[in-house]
């Protein structure tokens, strides 16, 4: 079955980086587009960054543009958030999701704080 699992979330300051990573299963990961959401408390999930299977193409949230960068391996059925400058807004769960598809992971929870 499908699986994705993510990891590399935890407690930072205002400013510093994180990377989040994404090992996925259970289908064809590079024909697969793949996403990144976040959800932070009390709010919706929303979509943060996007690419295409062969990650020639990324698309992002207006709020992130210029600070997280979305990218994968193929050779190892990875999807990784690059995730520079980091503000307190930013801190919630992220989600890794396979594109246009109800494939979820269980999240990794980001705290942004001081």
């Known amino acids: 079955q499908v699986q994705l699992v993510e990891s590399g979330g935890g407690l930072v300051q205002p400013g510093q980086s994180l990377r989040l990573s994404c090992s996925a299963s259970?289908?064809?990961?590079?024909?697969?587009?793949m996403s990144w959401y976040r959800q932070a408390p009390g709010k919706e999930r929303e979509l943060v960054a996007l690419i295409t299977s062969g990650g020639g193409t990324t698309e992002y949230a207006d709020s992130v543009k210029g600070r997280f960068t979305i990218s994968r391996d193929n050779a190892n059925n990875t999807v990784y958030l690059q995730m520079n400058s980091l503000k307190s807004e930013g801190t919630g769960v992220y989600f890794c999701?396979?594109?246009?598809?109800?494939?979820w992971g269980l999240g990794n929870k980001v705290t942004i704080s001081s």
């Open positions: 999701k396979w594109w246009a598809h109800d494939a």
């Open positions: 259970g289908f064809t990961f590079s024909s697969a587009a």
